[in-house]
């Protein structure tokens, strides 16, 4: 089993930044070998993928947030990074760590085994 814990939310300003953690804990040894991901969700709207990253370090992005995100993993902390900068207003979201046993880099929630609880980040204008 593993227990995911995200930090670091907060509210900022447009064009600010904030910077995401999530801490694993239980099972980490096999987390190393899972795909990691951010995903959010804002109010009224589905959940959707921000960015992942595989056990070789592989990245992926969803579109919007290209060029002002970072997905990185600290493998000797067991943690999870979203460095997220030239944040929008259209960022506002709960953001969750996931980790799942899948192929490749994935975006869609099915594929993630493991939850944290989320953290709320809001940008205003």
């Known amino acids: 089993q593993v227990q995911l814990v995200e930090s670091g939310g907060g509210s900022v300003q447009a064009g600010g930044s904030l910077r995401l953690s999530c801490a694993a804990y239980?099972?980490?040894?096999?987390?190393?070998?899972?795909?990691m991901a951010w995903f959010r969700q804002a109010p009224g709207k589905e959940r959707e993928g921000v960015a992942t990253?595989?056990?070789?370090?592989?990245?992926s992005y969803e579109d919007s947030v290209k060029g002002r995100f970072t997905i990185s993993k600290n493998n000797a902390k067991n943690t999870l990074y979203l460095q997220m900068n030239s944040l929008e207003p259209e960022d506002t979201a709960m953001y969750y760590c996931?980790?799942?046993?899948?192929?490749?880099?994935?975006?869609?929630?099915?594929?993630?085994?493991?939850w944290g609880q989320g953290t709320q980040v809001t940008v205003s204008s």
């Open positions: 239980g099972d980490t040894y096999s987390i190393h070998y899972m795909g």
């Open positions: 996931a980790a799942g046993h899948l192929e490749g880099l994935g975006l869609q929630p099915l594929d993630y085994n493991y």
């Open positions: 990253i595989d056990s070789d370090g592989s990245t």
